[in-house]
């Protein structure tokens, strides 16, 4: 069950600005994800946790080290790790529906099954009743909704997302993080999927991941586990052993002095 | 309402510019009726045609002008706005192509292809070919990357990126572009015709000036404009057609 899903060895990444500066995102971060695990990335904005997003799914090229997932070095993008970007990244020209089956259409699934699949996800994320609209005509956080079922529908091994729930409601949110757990819960051959997904809001992180490793200045300068059981509710973020963390995680992000 | 400002306008002035340098706009009107399937004046230069027939001749070449000038220059903005080294070559001989003018060029064309259709329709394609260049280059340079990413990571295929994301994305622009294209079009296809050809409304333009029929020209001139504002709506609905999705969304009201 301990086998190594994506092992990223002394990965950096560095961009040069138009103003001519170089930019250090990432530098010698070494991170191995079990599969099945549920990671949680947190830190300061600008700390690099977008930049490793990228790299794991093969849209940015590492500076140096590698990035091995599945056991294979990570070259290009592919359906094998599915991306929630911060950015909407829902197409303009197509309609909600044609949007959530684009994947499953890129590879070869039938159209009726397809349909079914996308109608299955849409009314995950409460969006039955918008699947023939274009997206010029829903909200932003029903964009983003629409991006969560579209990845969740092309039913990839690895997940991954950045700040995907960032942009709403304390409800729908609390609502998706459901759906997320199912569908982290149901992978293939009844295995967990790997999941490593961005946020800033500490209080979400405790509520979904198995560990969260804390990036600061394009380093990892924590690894927490998160050993809670689940269904994670109210109480149980108020169990010592969970507080402590939310301690450690504040500390971390200067919202309180090290004791 | 622009149209009978304008022909009040031109009314107007014809009440004080001699009628042989601006004819009024009845006579203009009689006349394109008189000329509209066969003009007499024309006969004299062994020339049996009306404005109708070369009208149609007109439009036939910028209209395959303008396909030619659409199917070279998109595809090829496109695909030089992702392969840098493609664009290197290509950029400076079409951008040294669009600066030529067509006074210069028209003479190689006309001893290259002769007087025929063909010579004008290509003169006009190579311009049309350069403005779609250039609007569908900068359309995909404009796009947003994370359009492209997020096809990748569901599994597209490079030819489905091209096919889903980089064309439905640049729509809009390239269509705006088609429609810059055609306007320019038609008095560029007019120029070529001036210069050489054996119809055409620009041929006749050419015959009747060489009589100073003032008239005749401006009837010629008329039938070619109220064509090309025609077009350019027709174009303008097609856009619309075309790029649904792209609508401000604040405007659906139904
Ligand atoms: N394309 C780029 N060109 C230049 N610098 C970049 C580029 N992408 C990222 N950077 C820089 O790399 C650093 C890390 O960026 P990254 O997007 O990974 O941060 P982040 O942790 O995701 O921040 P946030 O929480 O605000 O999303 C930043 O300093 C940023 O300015
Ligand atoms: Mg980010």
Redesign the interface.
């Known amino acids: 069950m301990s086998d190594v899903k994506i092992e990223a060895s002394a990965l950096s990444r560095s961009y040069r600005r138009a103003d001519g500066a170089e930019v250090k995102a990432l530098s010698a971060v070494d991170l191995r994800i079990e599969a099945g695990q549920f990671v949680c990335l947190v830190g300061p904005s600008g700390c690099g946790k977008t930049t490793l997003l990228q790299i794991i799914a093969g849209l940015v090229p590492p500076s140096g080290g590698n990035i091995v997932v599945n056991g294979q070095r990570v070259t290009a993008p592919g359906p094998s790790r599915g991306m929630v970007f911060q950015k909407d990244s829902v197409f303009p020209w197509m309609r909600v529906h044609a949007n959530v089956e684009y994947g499953l259409s890129c590879r070869g699934v039938a159209k009726a099954e397809r349909q079914k699949v996308a109608a299955q996800y849409l009314e995950r994320v409460g969006l039955s009743h918008v699947a023939g609209a274009w997206p010029r005509e829903l909200s932003g956080g029903m964009l983003k909704r629409v991006a969560v079922a579209t990845v969740f529908a092309n039913g990839a091994d690895v997940l991954l997302l950045d700040e995907p729930f960032g942009a709403l409601d304390y409800v729908t949110k609390r609502q998706l993080h459901d759906v997320l757990l199912t569908l982290w819960a149901e992978g293939e051959a009844g295995r967990r999927r790997t999941v490593v997904f961005v946020t800033h809001d500490v209080d979400e992180a405790m509520i979904l991941a198995d560990r969260i490793v804390v990036l600061r200045a394009g380093r990892v300068v924590d690894d927490l586990a998160v050993a809670a059981d689940r269904p994670r509710t109210t109480d149980a973020l108020l169990l010592p052993g969970m507080v402590r963390i939310k301690h450690i995680l504040l500390t971390h992000l200067g919202l309180e002095a090290a004791r | 309402m622009g149209i009978l400002l304008l022909l009040a306008l031109w009314q107007a002035l014809t009440s004080v510019v001699a009628r042989s340098s601006l004819p009024t706009p009845l006579s203009v009107a009689i006349r394109i009726r008189q000329d509209f399937i066969h003009a007499d004046q024309l006969s004299f230069y062994g020339l049996n045609t009306g404005l109708l027939d070369s009208m149609a001749y007109t439009a036939t070449n910028v209209a395959a002008a303008v396909l030619m000038g659409a199917v070279v220059g998109a595809p090829l903005g496109l695909v030089t706005a992702r392969f840098r080294l493609l664009r290197a070559l290509v950029d400076p001989v079409l951008m040294t192509a669009g600066t030529i003018p067509i006074i210069v060029l028209a003479p190689f064309f006309l001893i290259w292809f002769g007087v025929d259709r063909i010579s004008a329709m290509l003169l006009v394609a190579i311009f049309v070919t350069v403005i779609l260049y250039v609007f569908a280059q900068r359309a995909a340079d404009n796009i947003?990357p994370?359009?492209e990413?997020?096809?990748?990571?569901?599994?597209?295929?490079r030819a489905?990126v091209v096919r889903?994301?980089l064309l439905?994305?640049t729509?809009p622009q390239i269509l705006g572009g088609i429609r810059i294209a055609l306007a320019g079009a038609w008095g560029l296809e007019a120029i070529a015709e001036l210069m050489g050809a054996q119809y055409g409304i620009g041929k006749i333009v050419q015959l009747l000036a060489g009589a100073t029929d003032v008239e005749g020209i401006f009837a010629a001139l008329l039938v070619l404009g109220v064509v090309a504002v025609a077009c350019d709506g027709l174009a303008a609905w097609v856009v619309a057609r075309l790029?649904?999705?792209?609508?401000p969304?604040r405007t659906?009201a139904e």
């Open positions: 947003d994370v359009y990413e997020s096809a990748y990571t569901l599994g597209a295929s489905r889903d994301v439905p994305g729509v790029a649904v999705w792209n609508q969304a659906g």
